[in-house]
T-cell receptor
Framework: GQQVMQIPQYQHVQEGEDFTTYCNSS?????IQWYKQRPGGHPVFLIQ?????EVKKQKRLTFQFGEAKKNSSLHITATQTTDVGTYFC?????????????FGAGTQVVVTP | NAGVTQTPKFQVLKTGQSMTLQCAQD?????MSWYRQDPGMGLRLIHY???????DQGEVPNGYNVSRSTTEDFPLRLLSAAPSQTSVYFC????????????FGSGTRLTVV
């Protein structure tokens, strides 16, 4: 079955630095979503990617969907303390309904001032 | 709009007891899902629904039942609680549209002793 893997599991970042987290699927995806979960909170939707090679930006966050639609990345520039949390990707297989998104294990981001 | 409302927020059960976790949304979303979150494992899909009267299994359905008699409500039933079901449970809802992600409830923290 489909597996969605995220690396790294943990990311310690100095405030002001950039970092990237990666999401890889064992099968081709129809679309991929990214979520952020603050400590003690619930996941909050950030963005959805649908097209091969798609790149979307939200202020300091850049999301990319691979050409083969099997991987994705989230790049954060000039990290701030407000970026603390766990970032999840969630992928939907090409034969799966909209209800069947599979989440990766997440990248937990810790920011050092 | 209240969004996605989950009750209770906390629950302690004894092994073998049954209970229902409630989930309601007021956004007229067609899709609803239940996830469990365990440390280091991300969110795992338990059951999902693509509309009233239609449900399907996710990755980890054993020990759980669901029903969707109305668009608004999607309760999750634990048939005979086991310590392995100790987890944080999230309910989420969505529309199947581009740039539209899942809206999560605030979660239920369940402990089975």
């Amino acid at each position: 079955g489909q597996q969605v893997m995220q690396i790294p599991q943990y990311q310690h970042v100095q405030e002001g630095e950039d970092f990237t987290t990666y999401c890889n699927s064992s099968t081709t995806l129809s679309n991929i979503q990214w979520y952020k979960q603050r400590p003690g909170g619930h996941p909050v939707f950030l963005i959805q990617l649908v097209k091969s090679g798609e790149v979307k930006k939200q202020k300091r966050l850049t999301f990319q969907f691979g050409e083969a639609k099997k991987n994705s990345s989230l790049h954060i520039t000039a990290t701030q303390t407000t970026d603390v949390g766990t970032y999840f990707c969630a992928g939907r297989g090409t034969t799966d309904s909209w209800g069947k998104f599979q989440f990766g294990a997440g990248t937990q981001v810790v920011v050092t001032p | 709009n209240a969004g996605v409302t989950q009750t209770p927020k906390f629950q302690v059960l004894k092994t073998g007891q049954s209970m229902t976790l409630q989930c309601a949304q007021d956004m007229n979303h067609e899709y609803m899902s239940w996830y469990r979150q365990d440390p280091g494992m991300g969110l795992r899909l338990i059951h999902y629904s693509v509309g009233a009267g239609i449900t399907d299994q996710g990755e980890v359905p054993n020990g759980y039942n669901v029903s969707r008699s109305t668009t608004e409500d999607f309760p999750l039933r634990l048939l005979s609680a086991a310590p392995s079901q100790t987890s944080v449970y999230f309910c989420a809802s969505s529309l199947s549209r581009v740039n539209y992600g899942y809206t999560f409830g605030s979660g239920t923290r369940l402990t089975v002793v």
